[in-house]
Every structure is written in C-alpha cells, then in structure tokens.
C-alpha cells in the first residue's frame, strides 16, 4: 500500500485546535496531519513581532505542540520560500491555513496561494480569527465604513451573516512521520536575558489559559462591565487581547460562550457593551483591510502638516514611566511590567503622549508594538489613530485627556497607582494623583520628596494643553466642532 502524502496545516494567529476551520478541514481529508509554524520576520519587516509578542508566541508554540503530541514542526524564513519547498519535500498536495488580515500578509498568502495552485497543489483558506469578513461588510453604495456605530449595527448586525457557531475540536488520529522542521527553541524567541518574569506571573499563553480568562471574566467582571471596564483599579475586564490576538481562542468561541452564559435580562446590556468591545476590533480590522497604509499614514491626511515636536528626553521619560503624572506613570509601568495596560489608561497616556508632549503617534505605536503581549497591527494602529485625532471616527484632537481628573475619577482609591508608582503609596489619596500639591507636612510624614522620590511634571499641564491646541489650530480647514 502507498504511503499517502501529508496535508499541511500551516498555524499562523490561530495557535489552538478547538473552533478552527482550517485544522477542521485538513483533517478531514483522511491524510496524515502535518502541522507547521513559519516564523517568517523577513516578510513581516517593521512588523515582525515584537520582544513581548515573541515571549507570548514561543509559550503559545509550546502549548500547542503539546496538544498535537509534539508533532508541531517549525521554519524560520520567509514563507513565500518554505512553504513550497516543503511541498515539494514531502510531496504533500493540499495545503490549509486560516486568513491573516496585515496588508503583508495578503499580499504575501494571495502570492503563494497562486503558485502553489499553478503547480496543481490544492490550497483553502479560512476565517479563522474574525467575525465578520472585511469584505463581507460595506455601506450600500458599495464602499468601507469610517464610522464604527453604524458599522457595527448596521454593517454587521444588520446585514452581514451572524458570527458563525464554534466548531468542536477535531479528532486527530495520525501525524506524518517524517520531521521536516525544527523545534520551537530553535526559532530563539526567547531573549537572553529573564527581564520576562512579571509578565511570566501574570499570564498562561495558549488554549487553556484563553479558556480559563473567559471563564473567569464571564463569573465575575461581565457583572459590572460598562461602569467596570473604565477602571484600572477593579477587575472588570475579559484581558482576552493577547490570546484573542494569537487566535488562541476565535471571536466566536467569546462571541457565542459569552451569549449562553449572559442570557438574562439582567445581564443583557452589559453583555451588549462588551459583545461591541469585540465589534471595535472588526472595525479595526476593517480599517486596515481597506486602508493598508493605516498604520503609517494618518487617515485625515490633514495631520501630515501638523508640527509634531522632537523630544528625546520627553519620550525616554514617557516611555519608562517617569513623566511625573501618576496615572501616567503607572500605565507605562504596566505596560512594562505586566505586558499589558488597561484601556482607559492606554487611552490617558495615548492623549498625554501626543497632546501635552506633542510627540508623534508612531513614537508611541512603536513602543506598543514592542512592549504589548496583544500588540496587533489592525488594533494598535487603528487606536494611535484614533487617540491622536487623525483616525476613523477619532477622538477629536481638542479634547485632550486631564490626567489628574482621569486619574480621580477612573482610580478614585489610588489601587491602581500604588500598585504601580509604589514610591507614592504613602500619600493620602487626596494627593495621589496630583502629588505636587502635597503641603510640605504631608511630604515630611509620608517621606516624598518632590524631584527626588518621585519626579517633578515632564510638562505644565495648562500650558501643555494651549500648546496643543494652537498647533491644532494652525491646520487650516481642521474644523474645532
Ligand atoms: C493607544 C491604544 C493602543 C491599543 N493597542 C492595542 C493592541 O495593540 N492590541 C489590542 O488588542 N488592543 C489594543 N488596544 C485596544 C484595547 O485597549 C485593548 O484591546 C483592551 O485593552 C484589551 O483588554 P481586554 O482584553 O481586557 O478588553 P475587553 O474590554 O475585555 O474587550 C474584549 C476584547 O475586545 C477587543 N477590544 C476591546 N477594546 C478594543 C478597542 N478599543 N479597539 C479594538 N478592540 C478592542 C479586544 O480584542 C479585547 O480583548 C489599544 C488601545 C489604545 C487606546
């Protein structure tokens, strides 16, 4: 009897065999499964993934290959040059794999894609990692959405085919044998140095961890989302982002999981609220589909004269947390700490970053890009935009983000600072989010000393804000309605 060749399944950001459609598919072929991963940097540029990512795959990879009894093989190059040579190696001739949506990634699959099936090779591809296909969802006279309520509610709820149900794992009874590839650790993602330890602690990459995060979420957080996720301070959100981004769960199995176990009335708008969070990452995932400049090129082309400041020492001190503004302080800190930042914070550093310093977005979507374990091409460069005024559907630049009111209002115990500005834990809350104000008898008993134990303001907020707001106004034909 003739050895049947493999059908390749090749991973990408859908790193779990529950509810994906490719992995489904390649198995029903009835040939034996061969699994691979490309780590293609190459191709990817300026968006191979960064020192975080790279921590958060190697532990995705390794979690997967467990549950494909290792047999999970893994190449390092460009993929357009793998791929096919593997073909060729291992005469298989149906090849599967699950969409990705980066401008590189099309470009790069649709080419493959083409060759393979010129040579006679049976190529499918699926949706694996978003609810609605980009394409699937546009206005009626044809073109992309800019808005994301209609888009949402009109777009996808209204027009576009329901998210589909999860499909259950499939069973799968044999690998081929041979071992083409290399190992996980050869990819050398890990870095040299264990600076990784906090985020270490803080999360369980892969299959069983996104479950456990929903599970946990849906028990708790969803209870108190809409007023909950504006706090950094309390535990109201899913932080499903990186395994949602590493398709270690799919948008349906959250999308559908959520619906049955929220299926009461009392429960109803909360789920709503939360359901929509996911809408906002279609729309991202829009935005970037049908713009690929996205992440380099402000949408309102109007910003490309806006006179962006350079301040090195500015952006050293935002990066690392030392800006002076504790809410500030504590969302870099985070970031750096944990790999994560809450959103409301990501929104007030965002603001601080290009509004009272007038840096750049790209300064702060490079720094994301390197620092988050969920930094995603489409979400990160959607919501730069966005929280810099030039975006869909932005935030206008002219409201600029105070962050001692936001601090007050949004970490009104000072949880949330002391956890990560801990030099400040002593001061009565009343100061916390303003310690300059601190009378010099409350700096003697709590022992801060301004400029030395905390630093000073990297700006003066007033000031900062006319700044802005005269740089605003110098584009001519940017209306301040
Ligand atoms: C400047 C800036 C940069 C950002 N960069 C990223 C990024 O690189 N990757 C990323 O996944 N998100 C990014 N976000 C969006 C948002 O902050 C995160 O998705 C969210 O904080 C993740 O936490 P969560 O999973 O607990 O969210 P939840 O509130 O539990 O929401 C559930 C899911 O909905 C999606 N979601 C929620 N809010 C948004 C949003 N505003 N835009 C798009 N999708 C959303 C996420 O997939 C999230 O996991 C950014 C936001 C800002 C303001």
């Given at each position: 009897m003739s050895k049947k060749p493999p059908v390749i399944m090749w991973f990408r950001?859908?790193?779990?065999?529950?509810?994906?459609p490719a992995l489904t598919e390649a198995i029903e072929t009835g040939s034996p499964l061969l699994p691979i991963y490309i780590l293609d940097d190459e191709n990817a540029g300026?968006?191979?993934?960064g020192a975080a990512s790279r921590w958060w795959l190697h532990n995705s990879l390794q979690s997967l290959n467990a549950s494909l009894d290792g047999n999970l093989q893994c190449f390092r190059g460009k993929a357009d040059e793998v791929l096919p040579a593997l073909v060729q190696r291992t005469g298989s001739t149906n090849i599967y794999w699950n969409r990705c949506y980066e401008p590189w990634r099309i470009e790069r699959d649709l080419q493959i894609k083409a060759d393979l099936r010129n040579s006679g090779h049976h190529v499918s591809s699926f949706n694996?990692?978003?609810?609605?296909?980009p394409h699937d969802v546009a206005k009626a006279d044809g073109t992309p959405y800019k808005v994301f309520t209609p888009f949402y509610?009109?777009?996808?709820?209204?027009?576009?085919?329901?998210p589909r149900l999860p499909l259950a794992p499939p069973d799968?009874?044999?690998?081929?044998?041979?071992?083409?590839g290399s190992s996980?650790?050869?990819?050398?993602?890990?870095?040299?140095?264990?600076?990784y330890d906090d985020i270490a602690a803080t999360w369980a990459p892969g299959e069983d961890g996104a479950q456990e995060r929903l599970d946990t979420f849906l028990e708790t957080?969803?209870?108190?989302?809409?007023?909950?996720?504006?706090?950094?301070?309390?535990?109201?959100?899913?932080?499903l982002s990186p395994h949602l981004h590493f398709g270690e769960i799919s948008p349906q199995q959250v999308w559908h999981v959520a619906s049955a176990a929220c299926n009461i009335a009392a429960l109803e708008s909360q789920l709503d609220h939360f359901l929509s969070e996911l809408g906002w990452r279609e729309f991202s995932h829009h935005l970037l589909f049908h713009w690929p400049d996205l992440p380099k090129k402000?949408?309102?082309?109007?910003?490309?004269?806006f006179p962006w400041r350079d301040d090195e020492d500015a952006l050293h001190r935002w990066k690392h947390g030392m800006t002076g503004f504790p809410i500030v302080d504590a969302g870099m800190r985070e970031l750096w700490e944990t790999g994560y930042m809450h959103n409301r914070v990501r929104m007030i550093v965002g603001s601080f970053l290009v509004?009272?310093?007038?840096?750049?977005?790209h300064h702060g979507e490079r720094w994301f890009w390197d620092?988050?374990?969920?930094?995603d091409l489409a979400n990160n460069s959607a919501s730069w935009q966005w929280i810099a005024g030039?975006?869909?559907?932005?935030?206008?630049?002219?409201?600029?983000?105070?962050p001692v009111t936001q601090g007050n209002k949004f970490d009104p115990d000072g949880v949330y600072v002391r956890r990560f500005?801990?030099?400040?834990?002593?001061?009565?809350n009343r100061y916390?989010?303003?310690?300059?104000?601190?009378?010099d008898d409350i700096c003697e008993s709590t022992g801060f000393v301004p400029g030395q134990t905390y630093p000073n303001p990297v700006v003066d907020l007033k000031a900062s804000r006319e700044r802005a707001l005269d740089a605003f106004r110098s584009l001519k034909g940017l209306a301040m309605t």
């Open positions: 950001q859908d790193l779990r065999i529950t509810d994906n300026d968006y191979s993934p694996g990692s978003l609810l609605f296909e509610r009109k777009g996808c709820l209204g027009n576009a085919p329901p799968i009874r044999s690998y081929e044998k041979s071992s083409p996980i650790d050869d990819l050398e993602l890990m870095p040299a140095i264990t600076w957080g969803i209870r108190n989302y809409i007023d909950g996720r504006n706090r950094p301070d309390l535990e109201s959100v899913s932080r402000n949408l309102q082309s109007k910003f490309d004269r509004k009272n310093l007038m840096l750049h977005w620092t988050l374990v969920d930094a030039c975006g869909a559907d932005a935030a206008p630049y002219f409201r600029i983000f105070n500005v801990p030099e400040l834990a002593a001061l009565p916390l989010h303003s310690p300059w104000d601190a009378p």
